[in-house]
């Protein structure tokens, strides 16, 4: 019996030098046991190879080993929809040619935990919760792998100096690679398709991204943070969203954004411009961090997380945009002294999100069919006039805050117009005699009982502004040599008035108005005319009509103009008269053949 157990011992040493005489696992599957039995047999250092087949297991590395499978299509360690795949727990690790699949819920594919100098090559990880999780992980690479139908592809978290290089990720359902809390990584040469979200950064300083190419995703591309650094990252232009470049400017003065680009991110700058752009499916349209005295102008802005984003910025002018079907049209964090105005935002779920913002003046703005038209949240001493609150399911949500909340809802005696807001305008001014309350301490006291409207007239290197609150809607606008002039059109068998506001600049009393030619049924200068600007109000009864506003020596001359007109059409008409009837005449006698 004794020399039994002595040949047994002997042949089952034979056979664990056959199997590990260059440390790998016999390609004639002589091996019996698992992979993890091999894994913890195995000394630091030895390569292990691990032939075709399909390994239903949860291997743990903890010593400095080499995996290669024998092809990353046939060599497939399956977690059978249970826990962690493959755990990474030593440094100098290199995993390679495998098939990691189907691990459990919240679970990794393959997990890194306070690993370095370790490498993932040549893999395809699927069907997990995370492809690759890096955690308080250093110095490690992640290079040409193929991960895809994973919640998350590659996550990074407290991770540093890592390298996400020449990977193919795709079809992953949340995001392709997401960085949190990790700094000075390299995120180089990937393709990114087909996720809902792209490349992100959350809470991440220092990290190095070049030569992505990312398509088809839903959101790109998208940076988050509490604090400057998390807002300073290396990317240059070589970054491409559909074709298009990312533009991630840091610590740039005085440039405009050129017109081709795909994502724009603005940090730490001063005196940017951008402008006529058309953005489309991405976290933010620009996004500014930590920049002032900028200007966005003319964008077109759809279907982002959020159309445009101001974070801790401050002296920005945000004019003639247009931001639609966002889920946050234009959101403000920490951003102080900034003015909004003029700027159409319709189908959003927020229209403009005030966030910790205070001191901005936002005027003049369209806030039409969004879920809520503003979302106030501890924002203090901002101004809003102007604006036309149109059809929002909420015009203002005013969040519950621990401090009291108070915001200026009008300037100079005339506040916002709110479609709902079912006032009278005793004084017949255009102005609302009854308040539109918003809470207990915010009510617009003075709403306005038409739609606002602001037409710009540019006249040499000067422009004016020629404002007008109308229950009509106003179109066709123009001022040419001092007589201003549009159209006001209303279905309803009511009477229309208009509020006009002219500066004197532009045109001096004494006025004169005429609708469809003819005196309006009122007309009279507003007592809240002041040296700078003359405020009309005047009425008419709707329907399509154009309406002239001249200075009063101005209509004369066009009432004389006009006499002299047809004086003279009237002197030359018998002439022309005869004329035609001597041609007939003449015509008539002309010898013309029998028939």
Known sequence: MARRTVFLAFVSLILLLVVFEDCSIGTSRTWSGSLQEAIDAANPGDIIRVPSGTYYEHLVVTKSLTLIGEGNATTIIDGNGTGTVMTVKASSVYISGFTIQRGGDEQPGVLLDHVTNSTIEGNRISDNNYGIFLSNSEKNTIKDNFVNGNMWGIFLEDS???????????????????????????????????????????????????????????????????????FIQNMD????????????????????????????AVVNSTGITVKDLKLTHHQEGPLFAYTVNSTIENMYISNAKCGLRLISCEGFKMTDNMLSGNAKGLRLDYSVNNIIKRNIITENHEGIFLDNSRDNIIAGNTMSDNIRGMFVYYSIHNIIHHNNFINNEKHVFIALHRIIVINVWEMNSEG?????HAGSDLDEDGIGSDPYILDTLNQDNHPLMGLFYDFTVTREETSEHVAATSNSTISNFNFSEGVISFDVANADLTTGFCRVTIPLSLLDRPYEVLVDGSPPLALKELASSNSTHAILYFTYEHSTRKVIIVPEYSLVTLLLFTLVTLAITAVHWPSRTRKSVTNEISEDSLWKPKA
């Open 160 to 230: 540093r100096n890592i390298v996400i290089r020449s990977n193919t990720i795709s079809n992953n359902y949340r995001r392709a690679v997401n960085l949190d809390s990790s700094d000075n990584n390299i995120i180089d040469e990937n393709i990114v398709k087909d996720h809902v979200q792209g490349i992100y950064l959350t809470s991440s300083s220092n990290n190095l991204l070049q030569n992505n190419n990312l398509t088809g995703n839903t959101y790109g591309f998208g940076v988050f943070g509490s604090e400057l650094a998390h």
């Open 237 to 264: 232009d070589s970054n491409l969203i559909d074709g298009k470049p990312i533009l991630y400017w840091v610590n740039q003065h005085d440039k405009q954004i050129q017109a081709d680009a795909s994502y724009i």
């Open 416 to 420: 916002n117009y709110w479609s709902d």
